[in-house]
Nanobody, 115 residues
Framework: QVQLVESGGGLVQAGGSLRLSCAAS????????NGWYRQAPGKQRELVATITRGGGTNVADAVKGRFTISRDNARNAVYLQMNSLKPEDTAVYYC?????????WGQGTQVTVSS
């Protein structure tokens, strides 16, 4: 059974940092394209960053220079380091994995940034 489990969310003041982790199981993780998405209240889910199995990254303009995505294939994990957080970064953050034609999502972790 495929599982993606996020952790690391929480409440932080503006300007602070958080590191999100996503632990994957039940899939050939080394073959997957992974990403982080977020959904704020009343808004559509949006892409934050993606990382290929080889480590190539793509980061949304809204978080470029502040967020970094990385992966550890040996640990079947993907990370999102978030620095200089802003109140507009408040959202539920979801881990995503694409393996061949299948797409998987985690349950999400709440990130709240206070001003």
């Amino acid at each position: 059974q495929v599982q993606l489990v996020e952790s690391g969310g929480g409440l932080v003041q503006a300007g602070g940092s958080l590191r999100l982790s996503c632990a994957a199981s039940g899939m050939p993780f080394g073959l997957s394209l992974n990403g982080w998405y977020r959904q704020a209240p009343g808004k559509q889910r949006e892409l934050v960053a993606t990382i290929t199995r080889g480590g190539g990254t793509n980061v949304a303009d809204a978080v470029k220079g502040r967020f970094t995505i990385s992966r550890d294939n040996a640990r079947n994990a993907v990370y999102l380091q978030m620095n200089s957080l802003k109140p507009e970064d408040t959202a539920v953050y979801y881990c995503n994995a694409n393996v061949f034609t299948a797409i998987y999502w985690g349950q999400g972790t709440q990130v709240t940034v206070s001003s």
